[in-house]
């Protein structure tokens, strides 16, 4: 499996971005985003269903991030709004094993992360 996460960028406080990750093929388990700010440890972020049904978020964004999937594009996506100078981080997207899967070691695959900068 491989993931192809992009839609980084640099951003003013308070504005949006909508990240994407491109699977190289169909995910039949959760996705879930997960981001590593400099000097920190990689923490979560979201997670999704396979079925798209069921989400879960970080007490951090919840509120201002939502995550979706397309099955019939293998793409997950990540809208932040409201975004925040505590939101810079690179993000990554990975096939976690459970929805509630927030560690990343219950990770099985990793994208190559995309990089999201808020200005303040």
């Known amino acids: 499996v491989q993931l192809q996460a992009s839609g980084g960028g640099l951003v003013q406080a308070g504005g949006s971005l909508r990240l994407s990750c491109a699977a190289s093929g169909r995910i039949f388990s959760s996705l879930g985003w997960f981001r590593q700010a400099p000097e920190k440890e990689r923490e979560f972020v979201a997670a999704?269903?396979?079925?798209?049904?069921?989400?879960y978020y970080a007490d951090s964004v919840k509120g201002r991030f939502t995550i979706s999937r397309d099955n019939a594009k293998n793409t997950v996506y990540l809208q932040m709004n409201s975004l925040k100078s505590e939101d810079t981080a690179v993000y990554y997207c990975a096939v976690v094993r459970s929805l509630r899967a927030t560690t990343p070691t219950a990770a099985d695959y990793w994208g190559q992360g995309t990089l999201v900068t808020v200005s303040s």
């Open positions: 999704i269903s396979w079925s798209g049904g069921a989400t």
